[in-house]
C-alpha cells in the first residue's frame, strides 16, 4: 500500500521537476516515518491529510513569527496529531524519536 501523494492542493510536499524536495535530511526522516506508519495501518491517508490541512491552516491564521514557513514542520506535527489521536503512540514519544532522527549526522543514512 502505497501513500497516495498528492500532486497539488494544500497538503501537497514541495517537489521540483515532479521529484520530492527536502531541504535537510530531517525532513526526508520525517517524510519517510509518515509513509511507513501509513503503510503499517497506524492510521489511514485521509486521516493524515486532514491533519496536515488543519495544521498548515492553523499556521497560516496566525503565522509564527519566529519560525518561518516550514512544510515538514507541519508534516510532523500533523503525523504527531494523528498518532496521539489514534493512541497509537503519545506526542513525547513522537517528538523523543523525531529529535534523535534529527540529531543524526548528515549522511547517516547513505550506505554505500
Known sequence: M????????????PRANGEL???APWE??????????YEA???TWPQFQAALIARIAAWEN???????WSYYHHWLAALEDVLD???TIS?????????TLA????GHDHHH
Not at 93 to 98: D, G, K, L, Q, S
Not at 103 to 106: C, F, K, V
Open 2 to 13: 502505497t501513500a497516495p501523494l498528492d500532486v497539488d492542493g494544500t497538503a501537497a510536499p
Open 21 to 23: 524536495v527536502f531541504s
Open 28 to 37: 526526508s526522516r520525517a517524510f519517510g516515518m509518515a509513509v511507513t506508519l
Open 41 to 43: 495501518g497506524a492510521f
Open 62 to 68: 496566525a503565522p509564527d513569527q519566529n519560525r518561518p
Open 85 to 87: 489521536e489514534q493512541g
Open 91 to 99: 506526542c513525547d514519544e513522537v517528538a523523543t524519536r523525531a529529535l
Open 103 to 106: 540529531q543524526r549526522p548528515a
